[in-house]
């Protein structure tokens, strides 16, 4: 047998004093009564033997040594093994990852749990163990450093916050790991429902992993995938959906889309067991909202053992339609404007402009001016509309002439003519050649036949760069090219798009249309698209110099949103109340970026919980208890039991 | 348990509570008010008349028997010798006095609880005195512990009242009791058949019956008056205790349990059960106060259930 506390022992001296006070004689408080003899013959009349009498003191004492052993004996927390246990350096890590808030029944969590074992491995090991206290959640984090106190070990796993997001077990088995280093005996006991299976690679990975598997329960189905593009051609969204079933039953439920909080589409589905249900579905946004943006949640109606992924959020970026410069001399202008104009929503009509060259040159150098005054350095599509200003093209497109200078980036559509820069010169004049199309697909010829059109003349290119060709005469001469250097494109027609008959085949308004579309990027976002539960929010790149301040809205569906203002210091700043599903608008100046907080995360959906191949209370020595529960309930028991018996046989006189 | 010598410095604690004057004013008031109601139960007969088992000179017929030699002729019927023929004498009960004497046990036993049984014992004793003086040809108290103490006096007359007060108020509790003892010197004096009342608690039960057979076989009507003490009824101790006794000093180590208590209440009520059975089987008048009780009203009791005055 071997005392977890060894120092109980101390309190044996208590047996010393119990026999001195029974060998002392009783200070006996003095009462006058009439007549002693009256008591002296009621004494007589329950008087019993003398012999017995002592006898019955001396058991009254050994009762009492008794009842003082069995206090200390319990003190003592006494454990039985076949070995003597020795003293380990047990550095427990607490899963507190999403999965861990699976409900096992009423309000019980699987952290509530974890919490319970602890507490249970910390009161059966000895108490000369050393432990550690690591919580693997947001981030792997040290709760309670080493020490001898078990105590203060429960109280720092008592204090673990639920959190809703992802888990970093691996790393938090690593930090545990470094920091065993050279304890004696060491081991890392996690305390997890298995991460999906990742505790099995993390305990092959080191064997001083001592697994605790916690929880029972698989019912869940989880959103575990929501992603939104834009459809500029058709101005719709794609939703990508993905629904995974945690359990081994197939289920069918139905899964909510709503757009700022007004519903918009439900979606049947049914999962097979431990299955994915993936689809794309494209709706139709409300008025308004391509413009300003929305929030899209997704929503289980089924409730299940964690409700953490039943439902997400993501969000519409608002769409832009592209400002469109046409730079060619008036009287050819008609036909471009009309394959502009047919573009539908691609475009839009109002910002863009048509000029002769030498007003492109005045316009620039205006959009030049008034961004080095913004300081607003977003490239080509940034908003920089100042003063007199023109908004700032999307794509210019140059039909028969050249900027005197070409700015580094950009994009731009070069007809008949264009600048060296672009990687390509003029070595010649091809006459009447046929025009066929790469047969490798691109952007830029989707839908798009030109097989056998016929061009009056074509100008002989000869690259020097490397350009992507298109199109080119059917002993493969470049007609059509793409020439693509950093944050420039442009796109090169070697023939003057009138003098052939490619109008007349409706190929060239698909072409322009496809290259707007292609070309067309939307305002570089400051955020990411998505992040994580319990991710830092940070700009994905530095703040314009004299940018101070930002305006983050949590959007909340239709509601108001909650706008805060956060500090910016050096071109950077933190938001980190990222705990909840959310999706926020950051405000930079005049541009806008959104993002969305959301679990989807299918290891954290996949709840079932993965079974431990070998038992940690064996691993830990904690089987081979005396009492395997509660190790001094038995002795107080006992000890209860001795003090009645005493009370009785000596105090009641319950032998008399 | 374990009895040793007696501790002659040991005193016990006293428990007495009264602190003013035993006999103030408004124990003369109530003496009187007992007074005549003492008066109104005797309606108004002389006082000293009382029936004696004697039979002798008086108006009161009483019985025949024939005439024998030397008998007085005067008492001879002489309307039934007409009659009958034959002598008979007229038997007439004879009237003489009959005095009251209260026996007050003065031992350190009764100067105990709270309230003080002594002073409750001699409120009551001056109570029937007062009251016998004033319906009989005398009264007079007689205290005693271990024996009977010197010169009890015979006093007539409620004149005699403060002198009566003044001695008992001067009356010492102390030493042990001996009725046995006291009876004896008591009928010493004493010849003539009397009213005797004693009061006392009646600890030592089998001398207490000696003394009182003694009384009786020597013609005296008796009446008992057993005093207790709350205390005594329900003894508020408990625990390993050194029990004193209240007139010897000696102590004894006693554990007093619930047990033990619960027998001690059993006992003591046996013991005034059995005192009270055997004075209803001697044709002596008994009575139990408590020390908390009110003289007047125990007083009032005791004339209206007639013992006394009957």
């Avoid at chain 1, 432990?131 to 203060?152: F, H, K, N, Y």
């Avoid at chain 1, 993905?242 to 039953?249: C, D, F, I, K, L």
């Avoid at chain 1, 909080?261 to 049914?270: D, N």
């Avoid at chain 1, 929503?345 to 002769?356: I, Y």
């Amino acid at each position: 047998m071997t005392l977890l506390a060894p120092w109980a022992l101390w309190f044996l001296g208590a047996l010393g004093a119990v026999v001195a006070f029974y060998l002392l004689r009783i200070k006996r408080r003095e009462a006058a009564v009439p007549a002693l003899d009256f008591w002296l013959d009621l004494a007589g009349r329950t008087k019993v033997h003398t012999l017995w009498t002592r006898l019955k003191r001396l058991l009254s004492m050994l009762l009492w040594l008794a009842i003082v052993a069995c206090l200390v004996l319990a003190l003592g927390n006494p454990m039985i093994s076949a070995g003597r246990i020795k003293p380990r350096a047990i550095a427990v890590v607490i899963d507190n990852s999403a999965s861990m808030q699976t409900l096992e029944g009423g309000s019980n969590t699987r952290l509530k749990e974890a919490i319970k074992a602890v507490t249970d491995l910390t009161s059966r090991r000895p108490v000369s163990d050393e432990w550690l206290i690591v919580e693997a959640g947001r981030r792997a984090q040290v709760l309670q450093p080493w020490t001898l106190d078990a105590d203060s070990a429960r109280r720092a796993a008592e204090k673990i916050e639920a959190f809703g997001g992802a888990g970093s077990l691996e790393a938090a088995v690593q930090l545990a790991s470094q920091l065993v280093a050279g304890k004696p005996d060491p081991c890392i006991v996690v305390v997890s429902d298995g991460a999906a299976g990742k505790i099995a690679q993390i305990a092959q990975a080191d064997p001083r992993v001592i697994y605790w598997p916690i929880g029972a329960k698989d019912d869940n189905l989880g959103v575990t995938r929501l992603a939104v593009r834009p459809d500029l051609r058709r101005g719709n969204y794609q939703v990508l959906l993905g629904v995974t079933n945690a359990s081994s039953q197939r289920i069918e439920s139905k899964l909510t889309l709503s757009i700022d909080g007004s519903p918009q589409s439900i979606e049947p589905f049914a999962v097979e067991a431990k299955g994915t249900w993936e689809k794309t579905i494209v709706i139709d946004p409300p008025a308004g909202v391509p413009a300003r943006g929305g929030v899209l949640k997704a929503t289980i109606e089924r409730p299940d053992a964690l409700a953490a992924d039943n439902e997400a959020v993501t969000v519409l970026e608002p769409t832009r339609p592209a400002v469109i410069w046409l730079v060619t001399p008036s009287e050819n202008a008609y036909f471009f404007e009309q394959a502009l104009s047919a573009m539908g929503p691609l475009v839009s009509p109002e910002q863009s402009l048509t000029m002769t060259p030498e007003k492109y040159e005045q316009a620039a150098a205006a959009v030049l001016n008034a961004a080095s005054k913004t300081g607003a350095g977003s490239g080509s599509g940034a908003d920089g509309n100042v003063g007199t200003a023109p908004k700032p093209a999307d794509l210019v497109i140059f039909n028969g002439c050249t900027p005197r200078a070409l700015p580094s980036s950009g994009r731009f559509v070069f007809i008949g003519a264009w600048p060296k820069e672009v990687g390509a010169v003029v070595a010649g004049k091809l006459d009447a050649p046929q025009v066929f199309l790469d047969p490798r697909p691109h952007p830029l010829t989707e839908h798009l036949s030109l097989q056998g059109a016929r061009l009056i003349s074509a100008k002989q290119v000869t690259a020097t760069a490397p350009v992507r060709v298109l199109a080119a005469t059917d002993d493969g001469k470049p007609l059509i090219f793409l020439s693509e250097q950093g944050d420039r494109q442009s796109l090169c027609l070697g023939f003057d798009v009138l003098e052939s008959d490619l109008p007349l085949r409706n190929a060239f308004p698909l072409l322009l249309r496809n290259t707007v579309a292609y070309m067309h990027t939307q305002t570089q976002p400051w955020l990411q698209t998505r992040y994580a539960i319990g991710e830092t929010i940070a700009p994905a790149r530095p703040l314009p110099p004299a940018t101070t301040s930002v305006t983050l809205d949590v959007l909340r569906g239709g509601a108001k949103p909650e706008t805060k203002t956060i500090e910016v210091r050096d071109g950077r700043f933190v938001y980190a109340d990222t705990l909840a599903g959310q999706a926020v608008r950051l405000t930079v100046g005049e541009d806008e970026s959104f993002a969305a907080v959301s679990l989807l995360d299918s290891d954290e959906t996949r709840i079932a919980p993965v079974p431990s191949p070998t038992s940690a209370a064996e691993a830990l020595g904690l089987s081979r208890r005396l009492f395997a529960v509660v190790p001094w309930a038995g002795l107080t028991g006992l000890v209860t039991l001795l003090v009645a018996l005493e009370w009785l046989t000596y105090h009641k006189r319950w032998t008399e | 348990m374990d009895q040793s010598a007696p501790i002659p410095t040991a005193a016990p604690p006293t428990t007495r509570a009264a602190k003013g004057d035993l006999f103030d004013g408004d124990y003369l008031k109530k003496l009187e008010w007992l007074s005549l109601i003492a008066r109104q139960l005797v309606q108004g007969r002389r006082q000293a008349l009382r029936p004696s088992v004697k039979k002798g000179a008086s108006i009161e017929f009483k019985d025949f028997r024939e005439y024998s030699p030397g008998d007085d002729p005067r008492s001879v019927d002489w309307l039934a010798y007409a009659r009958l023929g034959q002598l008979y004498i007229k038997l007439f009960r004879q009237e003489e006095e009959l005095d009251l004497w209260v026996l007050l046990d003065r031992s350190r036993s009764m100067d105990f609880g709270t309230p003080n049984k002594f002073d409750h014992a001699r409120r009551i004793a001056a109570a029937l005195a007062y009251i016998g003086m004033s319906t009989m040809d005398s009264s007079s108290i007689a205290p005693f512990g271990s024996e009977l103490q010197q010169g009890p006096e015979r006093m007539r007359g409620k004149g005699e009242v403060f002198r009566l007060l003044d001695s008992l108020r001067s009356l010492k509790a102390d030493g042990t009791t001996d009725l046995e003892q006291s009876v004896k010197k008591f009928l010493s004096r004493v010849r003539r058949p009397s009213l005797a009342v004693v009061i006392s608690d009646f600890y030592g039960l089998q001398k207490a019956r000696a003394a009182l057979d003694r009384l009786r076989f020597l013609k005296h009507q008796v009446h008992v008056i057993q005093v207790v003490s709350p205390w005594e009824l329900d003894p508020p101790i408990r625990g390993e205790l050194r029990l004193v006794d209240a007139e010897t000093g000696t102590h004894a180590d006693v554990t007093v349990s619930d047990t033990m208590l619960r027998k001690y209440k059993q006992a003591f009520e046996a013991f005034t059960t059995e005192l009270r059975t055997y004075s209803m089987g001697g044709s002596i008048g008994y009575d139990l106060t408590r020390s908390d009780q009110a003289f007047d009203e125990f007083v009032k009791g005791v004339l209206q259930r007639g013992r006394l005055l009957a």
